[in-house]
T-cell receptor, first 114, second 115 residues
Framework: DTAVSQTPKYLVTQMGNDKSIKCEQN?????MYWYKQDSKKFLKIMFS???????INETVPNRFSPKSPDKAHLNLHINSLELGDSAVYFC?????????????FGEGSWLTVV | AQSVTQLDSQVPVFEEAPVELRCNYS??????LFWYVQYPNQGLQLLLK??????LVKGINGFEAEFNKSQTSFHLRKPSVHISDTAEYFC?????????????FGQGTILTVHP
């Protein structure tokens, strides 16, 4: 049973296209996140959602629009893809509460924009 | 604001040798500390975390880390590594309290274990 699952795992697309990455967690967590890992392996939070509400938006371009239909799902839609969007996108989740709670990551979605 | 510095980008080591991966952090507030491991083409898995109490924390796969507040360090150690430990290791911090998952990561250390 995969705790945090995201699809697709690999995605190659052309500049200007619109694409979505889906994420689901079966851990019963209240909080979900999107992290981006760039080509230098640097990881940074993009968004944080608590019970379907946006809590953190780390100055991400508005071409990126997360959507949370329920607290178990957090999808990421990207409009007008650019070369610089090529990265690995990780979905994650954790229980609400102390920041000492473990954050569980999905296996990542490798996005390549050509 | 917080920052995390992993002092070695790559650490090669022979199988069964000990290893230490170094991590220093800077923060104006109290933090919790984490080590995550990323195997090739996989997601991140928690190795261990320090919240409070004993400064020596033990994690999965025989890893341990020691929190040193005065040196603002959280170095990861394993007394005897295996080939299967080859992976990238990330140190991370988060502000205490409700931070809604805003981990600050280091740049990663690639551990390569040679036979």
């Amino acid at each position: 049973d995969t705790a945090v699952s995201q699809t697709p795992k690999y995605l190659v697309t052309q500049m200007g296209n619109d694409k979505s990455i889906k994420c689901e967690q079966n851990l019963g967590h209240d909080t979900m996140y999107w992290y981006k890992q760039d080509s230098k392996k640097f990881l940074k939070i993009m968004f944080s959602y608590n019970n379907k509400e946006l809590i953190i938006n780390e100055t991400v371009p508005n071409r990126f629009s997360p959507k949370s239909p329920d607290k178990a799902h957090l999808n990421l839609h990207i409009n007008s893809l650019e070369l610089g969007d090529s990265a690995v996108y990780f979905c994650a989740s954790s229980p609400l509460g102390t920041s000492g709670n473990t954050i569980y990551f999905g296996e990542g979605s490798w996005l390549t924009v050509v | 604001a917080q920052s995390v510095t992993q002092l070695d980008s790559q650490v090669p080591v022979f199988e069964e040798a000990p290893v230490e991966l170094r991590c220093n952090y800077s923060s104006s507030v109290s933090v919790y500390l984490f080590w995550y491991v990323q195997y090739p083409n996989q997601g991140l898995q928690l190795l261990l975390k320090y919240l409070s109490g004993s400064t020596l924390v033990k994690g999965i796969n025989g890893f341990e880390a020691e929190f040193n507040k005065s040196q603002t360090s959280f170095h990861l150690r394993k007394p005897s590594v295996h080939i299967s430990d080859t992976a990238e290791y990330f140190c991370a911090v988060i502000s205490r309290g409700t931070s809604y998952g805003k981990l600050t990561f280091g740049q990663g250390t690639i551990l390569t274990v040679h036979p």
